[in-house]
């Protein structure tokens, strides 16, 4: 393949994406609504995902908690070591850690599943029956995300705090002391960020999934490629989007 051919591939792809991301979005507000899908993919993703974001989480705010404390006991502060933790998993690492989680696992799933309906042709019946493909497929699963992603992020960064106490409390922290610093280092703006991150976060890995999931072909082994695919463009278009996204909140404040 050419570069050529490959740079056309890239734009025409960008394309498709961005154009059914704008008709899921529009059809959010459309009926038919698919209530029932909708609950179905909120519990995969959101119920679903619960534990592993758990174990994220609490592992990620005991280490965070724990080099904190390294840093800061020379000059005896760690009584700060809370609002640390805070800061940065509010506004970095609760939204990227939880959207990677999601992307591993949720991804790869709306990719496969789409892509299998794809290559035996149940899209194609869908298509036949008169169902709108993307209000049925695309619209539910994106509505889930966008609801799920924020509150995983949100639990998350409450299971990160926790587990960074666990590690300030071994070493003299106590309680109030631990929850007085939070403030101290985080505003108002600094939980917006911490939402709508994962927001932005949910509409790439939904729309990823369910444009390469459609766009599948070749069996199942195009299946398997297709899901491979859909995480890794995913995981680096987060971490990509991450970026932009600090800039233009720190051009806001």
Same mark, same amino acid.
């Given at each position: 393949m050419t570069i050529s051919t490959r740079v056309q591939e890239i734009f025409r792809e960008t394309g498709a994406i961005a154009a059914l991301t704008l008709r899921a979005i529009t059809g959010i507000f459309q009926k038919p609504y698919y209530q029932r899908e909708f609950v179905t993919q909120l519990d995969k993703i959101g119920v679903g995902s619960l534990f592993i974001i758990l174990l994220t989480g609490l592992f990620t705010g005991m280490v965070m908690s724990l080099q904190a404390l390294i840093q800061l006991k020379p000059f005896a502060a760690t009584s700060y070591v809370g609002g640390m933790v805070a800061m940065v998993m509010v506004k970095e690492l609760g939204p990227v850690l939880s959207a990677l989680m999601v992307t591993?696992?949720?991804?790869?799933?709306?990719?496969?599943?789409?892509?299998?309906?794809?290559?035996?042709?149940?899209?194609?019946?869908?298509?036949?029956?008169?169902?709108?493909?993307?209000?049925?497929?695309?619209? @539910?699963?994106?509505?889930?995300?966008?609801?799920?992603?924020?509150?995983?992020?949100?639990?998350?960064?409450?299971?990160?705090?926790?587990?960074?106490?666990?590690?300030?409390?071994?070493?003299?922290?106590?309680?109030?002391?631990?929850?007085? @610093?939070?403030?101290?280092?985080?505003?108002?703006?600094?939980?917006?960020?911490?939402?709508?991150?994962?927001?932005?976060?949910?509409?790439?890995?939904?729309?990823?999934?369910?444009?390469?999931?459609?766009?599948?072909?070749?069996?199942?082994?195009?299946?398997?490629?297709?899901?491979?695919?859909?995480?890794?463009?995913? @995981?680096?278009?987060?971490?990509?989007?991450?970026?932009f996204l600090t800039k233009i909140f720190i051009a806001f404040r």
């Open positions: 591993g696992r949720v991804g790869s799933a709306i990719t496969a599943e789409l892509g299998t309906m794809v290559v035996t042709e149940q899209v194609d019946a869908m298509r036949v029956e008169g169902t709108d493909i993307v209000k049925r497929l695309v619209v @539910s699963r994106l509505k889930a995300i966008l609801v799920a992603l924020p509150l995983l992020a949100v639990v998350t960064d409450t299971v990160a705090l926790f587990g960074g106490y666990l590690m300030a409390a071994g070493s003299g922290v106590n309680l109030i002391m631990y929850l007085h @610093s939070i403030p101290q280092f985080m505003a108002l703006q600094d939980m917006f960020e911490g939402l709508a991150k994962p927001a932005f976060f949910g509409v790439i890995i939904a729309m990823i999934g369910c444009q390469v999931g459609l766009s599948t072909r070749g069996g199942a082994e195009g299946v398997g490629s297709s899901a491979k695919r859909a995480v890794v463009l995913s @995981s680096v278009l987060i971490l990509v989007a991450d970026f």
